[in-house]
T-cell receptor, first 111, second 113 residues
Framework: RKEVEQDPGPFNVPEGATVAFNCTYS??????FFWYRQDCRKEPKLLMSVYSSGNEDGRFTAQLNRASQYISLLIRDSKLSDSATYLC????????????FGSGTRLSIRP | DVKVTQSSRYLVKRTGEKVFLECVQDMDHENMFWYRQDPGLGLRLIYF???????EKGDIPEGYSVSREKKERFSLILESASTNQTSMYLC????????????FGPGTRLTVL
């Protein structure tokens, strides 16, 4: 079982729709969480950190559920420019810090 | 503006060749990382470095080595390239302070024939 799991998609949704994806993690020592965005043939870039109380950045909302060990990303009023792969990232702190990337969820917004 | 650069965007090498991939960051970050990214497998950590002269094996270090002689530069070496090392290689850096954000270079697409 992968330490961080994501539905690979693709999610194909119309412009203006709301879309959500989840990411599950297996290590209960996970301490911090992020969503990165990766455009086609580009490098990953930080989209947002995920805080325990949930956080919002414009049309994007991130949630953390420690009990069920998953994080989610909600995109409202989706734009064509939101088409990308979204990577879930987990920092695990046990004897040493370890950063683990999910394989990514591909999102395609259609006009 | 933060910047991580990699020496090549595209590289084609032959089996058995020694390959050097260079990564430079201008943010004075302590930590640097080398990943490879393959379809369906996501980013896998090859090696990382906490600071100058320090290196730690990641999840898939076999067939690779690294060098960190200066803080800004982290080199990945393929001692004898093989076809299964054809991949996208991504370098990243981060500060030990702040929110643990990693900054990535543009990647090197390596093809081993």
């Amino acid at each position: 079982r992968k330490e961080v799991e994501q539905d690979p998609g693709p999610f194909n949704v119309p412009e203006g729709a709301t879309v959500a994806f989840n990411c599950t993690y297996s290590n209960s020592a996970s301490q911090s969480f992020f969503w990165y965005r990766q455009d086609c043939r580009k490098e990953p870039k930080l989209l947002m950190s995920v805080y325990s109380s949930g956080n919002e950045d414009g049309r994007f909302t991130a949630q953390l559920n420690r009990a069920s060990q998953y994080i989610s990303l909600l995109i409202r009023d989706s734009k064509l420019s939101d088409s990308a792969t979204y990577l879930c990232v987990v920092n695990v702190y046990s004897s040493a810090s370890k950063i683990i990337f999910g394989s990514g969820t591909r999102l395609s917004i259609r006009p | 503006d933060v910047k991580v650069t990699q020496s090549s965007r595209y590289l084609v090498k032959r089996t058995g060749e020694k390959v050097f991939l260079e990564c430079v960051q201008d943010m004075d970050h302590e930590n640097m990382f080398w990943y490879r990214q393959d379809p369906g497998l996501g980013l896998r950590l090859i090696y990382f470095s906490y600071d100058v002269k320090m290196k730690e094996k990641g999840d898939i270090p076999e067939g690779y080595s690294v060098s960190r002689e200066k803080k800004e530069r982290f080199s990945l070496i393929l001692e004898s390239a093989s076809t299964n090392q054809t991949s996208m290689y991504l370098c990243a850096s981060k500060s030990v302070q702040g929110n643990n954000e990693q900054f990535f270079g543009p990647g090197t697409r390596l093809t081993v024939l």
